[in-house]
């Protein structure tokens, strides 16, 4: 196999942590650049000791800088950086050869106003919004493999777009009644010095937070309008739970005049039946992140409450897998020719 | 103070264990019984290493005999039994002149043919349906201090209806939109040897259960009906998630027409203003189940969302505190003429 | 009761939080004050909203400046502050007629020279030493009394001493055979931004840290030196565990020439059967922590293992409360002439 | 690759699950059989959702028939089942043409009155003792590789053996000194519905237990005293901690007579520079649970405590990994001629 030389940018958080983990572990791929201003010279097996022994562990972080990135030859580049900080380097390594898979949601919205509103800045590069591509594999798989630039989807809103999309598509469910609960993982918050995030603050608590605009909202809708061929306006209540991976999402939402409960389900066979990481459980069956975590696999359970006229949806994946660093080497797979699963069989 | 003589049947439990952590240390009270068919004969020490040394705690369970009991002297009696087995007992108690504080469904809902539909079995008593209360203090305090048999609520329930009771007495919120989901410690599945309440089956693992109809909807939507004077039907849904104790519930519903979303804030100050167990977090605040856990409080905060018109209701409380043992002895409290407060101080 | 005025200084940490729910539910005690540089301004329940409605949660941290502290009328004061920083806010306090409670270790060791080898630095108030009394109750009640200034023992400390003091004392077992393994809960290192106590580096995670040296091993020797009436230098390796609050420790040494493995339990319970805050737990019973959190119980239980001739002792504390607050308010309880209990009957 | 046809017999529990887990991912492994009596007829992926999707999952669990498993042509059985049960299947499975390598105790003591000694009951199979192979690969490669039966060691003995073995052998530790205290992960209980192993009995909890003569001391000894040329007894304290899966074990031991501090680490060098799943942290480098979990790793760090001559070695390893089912791959991976690392490359 031909192996595609790869650089992670923002390789010493929670994402990028998983970044290396499946990256080390991908036959396709020759990890050339992992970068970390703060662990900038050590080897990666030295901040991870995890992955001490592995093939390629004992590579040194290196500085964020786009002329050393590309001099590596790499030809791929993820991005697990902060918003506004992504788009500049996005850039630059666009502009020196190589292709951009950003986790960071710079390139997720499609129009820039709501980037503002959401994020509190100018975007940073609006001018790259065109060719972007959001990256749901399930979704725009095409498009994907074409592109040389991916927005990676957030974790909240894969947990909840994969199971509503298909059901917005058919008109099977009322968007205006759509409430979104989500339960997450602390690494979803990311490995900072913050009190909020210690052991002693997250265990044994279980809380809600950033609402009522949670900044995952303005992918969300945008995402759901295009299914919906409307605009949608969703509720969406992020809760923190003391776990460290893992996101649990429960969404309800009034079944459409005229559709019928079996639809549901056979709305999400039909759009899922092929793909390889998302399992449908079936009527009645809860998802359980426990089944997911450190996989790609999202599960979706559907549920019809006949008393309220409500469809139940519930989904579980691996906020930093399925949410993150797994859908972000799922689009690479697509990007460069590789077997789907390559590199995410991960039991 | 005159020491109330007071049983605990079915003390085995995690309900029970939190009954006698609470009587063992009320000032009011002496423990004359604490009943457990399976520990008959063991002091509470014993079962309970936790309660060793504490005034009391060499009493030793014995069995759920009602002349046994009555033979104490005990004048009260909690029971943090099953529903179906703690109707029965129930009668034989009141029989004997005691009052009788039930934690289980038995007597929570008022017609036997919803209790048929939930729990799947006849009513055990039916004719006793009409005495008792249903015991939440924050909204029946004067039925409570007039009883002989109160319905202490269910965990869920309570964590549901004191933050929408106002607003529905108010008709602040439309009935018809609203959706409930919870989030509950593994405390509230009981002490019972169950594979999946096993540590390896619970610890990183996020899951709803129970859906669509958890036997919770019942009293839920019974005491929605009667503050909203309509019959209001609503979707709930539980989680389990891996703490011992705790429930945070987050509660959705469209502002009703006419209705300022500051009303929301005003109804539940109007409500709780002197209540010492409700702390009020305030607009856009919330609640976290660290800060309630082993006491009886509940904590309540509001958001709304002016793009989706919805009213955002964010509580939690301890699920065997106040969502169970801590309520009992509050509604105790008010019968036998004790400060709100007594036996209920835990910081 | 007279209530005594009584300050906190430093009590925006775990051991301040701890100390803070003691002395707000303690009817002894009128909190006066309590500081912290970084929340000042600011109420206690808003820091720590656990503790809101309360008595007294109202009151607004302050500045930890001793002529602040003095106008407030307070009595006695306990110090939650990092060592070398503790020691001069003490001098400061006790020269405006304060009591003083100090939970650092500035005050535990009798010899300034071994503060320099373990702490790295010259100690900060050599002059106080003499008249410092360190506070193991059990040990040293009648000192404790007639103190003006209470060294409170450590976390680790207290969990090995108590089990061993009456053996030694005894010569029950070989002190230059004594090895102490304790695993603490992530409270014991303290509320501070740091990555290494984020939730997602202590979940699922055990470990062993400060090793061969910890700190807490000087106080740890010198105390058994007293008891063993020769210089004893022991082995003590502590561990990080997931766990908010706890510290289980077991700690070996060989049965000395001509002593019985009965004279163990006989040892223990000629010691502590008058205590109230020590169970003995007996003959190869296990301590758990779970049964001592948020109290100020200490655990002990022991075994014999003819085999290797080795004593075994399991002890179980709770590292912020018999390790710490509690046990300092169990001094502060003998220098104010209160019942024992008085404050710490925490179920 | 030539796949072998592989059997599971007790396949339910949680190193049955880590056995599925590897060798659905193994790509020298063709998963013929997995049995489980209360599971029979349903899918692997029914019992266990998070195998889902996986190539083999569909496979139905059988009943543990030797005959049966011998039919669908298995070449190989691991026996993932309780002592004195494993005996009796493994000799019909020996006599079926299998080779066989079970985890449980059943083998692993050369001297059936050891056994007796210490499982209670006559040994079940003496006469296979002699053949059978105590599995450490690090230890015994070459005896591996030819045998047809293999005592795979249990998990405490993995973390305890592999660090001391080179020190015994080189005679650098004093072997009347050694005491090892280890902490372990839930899953090493097993999956088994008993109350003490509910997530509220284990959670914020820790604990010592099987003291002082847990099962694994025989097979600790055994192997010691084979390295160290003379009987060997120890001191060996496990303790159940509040995580998943993981087992971390400090032991100390003097430093021997004429040896020198860096000897130990010399000695870890030269066992195993060249071993695969041996990590070996350094000096003063403690080993942490979770940098092994999932993995076939153990981590070994040490430290030499020049105040007590004392030796501590910090090893750290996944219980039903290295300490089950890894450890067994890895036999059999020897036993066919398989790379070590194949399907034991989990990141």
């Known amino acids: 196999m031909n192996r595609v030389k790869t650089a992670i940018v923002g390789a010493s958080g929670y994402s990028g942590m998983e ?42 972080f290196m500085e964020p800088d786009p002329d050393a990135i590309a001099a590596t030859g790499a030809q791929a580049a993820f991005l697990a950086l902060p918003h506004g900080v992504a788009a500049e380097i996005a850039r630059a390594l666009l502009e020196r050869g190589l292709k951009v898979i950003d986790l960071s949601a710079d390139f997720r919205l499609n129009d820039p106003s709501v980037y503002q509103e959401f994020y509190g800045h100018e975007h940073p590069a609006p001018d790259l919004l065109d060719e972007a591509v959001y990256g749901l594999p399930e979704v725009r798989a095409e498009e994907i493999k074409a592109a040389r630039l991916i927005a990676s989807p957030g974790c909240y809103p894969t947990s909840i777009l994969l199971p509503l999309l298909p059901l917005l ?14 339960m997450s993982g602390v690494s979803g918050a990311g490995r900072k010095a913050d009190v909020s995030l210690l052991f002693c603050e997250c265990n044994e608590s279980a809380r809600a937070y950033g609402v009522p605009k949670h900044r995952h909202l303005s992918e969300i809708e945008q995402e759901l309008s295009i299914a919906a061929g409307e605009p949608v306006v969703v509720s969406f209540i992020p809760h923190l739970i003391p776990v460290t991976a893992g996101i649990a999402t429960t969404t309800t939402a009034k079944l459409a005049a005229g559709a019928k409960p079996e639809d549901i389900g056979a709305a999400l066979e039909e759009a899922y039946a092929g793909e390889p990481f998302v399992r449908l459980l079936g009527r009645g069956v809860p998802a359980d992140t426990k089944n997911v975590t450190r996989t790609n696999f999202i599960d979706i359970g559907w549920q019809y409450d006949p008393r309220t006229n409500r469809v139940l949806l519930m989904s579980a994946e691996d906020n930093i897998g399925k949410g993150a660093g797994g859908q972000a080497v799922q689009s690479f797979n697509l990007m460069f020719g590789f077997a789907p699963i390559e590199g995410l069989q991960n039991l």
């Open 169 to 182: 598509r058919r008109k099977l469910v009322d968007p205006a009644t759509i409430v979104a609960n989500s």
């Open 19 to 60: 970044l290396l983990r499946l990256l080390l572990g991908h036959p396709g791929v020759e990890l050339a650049a992992a970068t970390s201003r703060q662990e900038a010279g050590k080897p990666l097996s030295a901040v991870f000791p995890r992955f001490a022994k592995a093939a390629g562990a004992e590579l040194a």
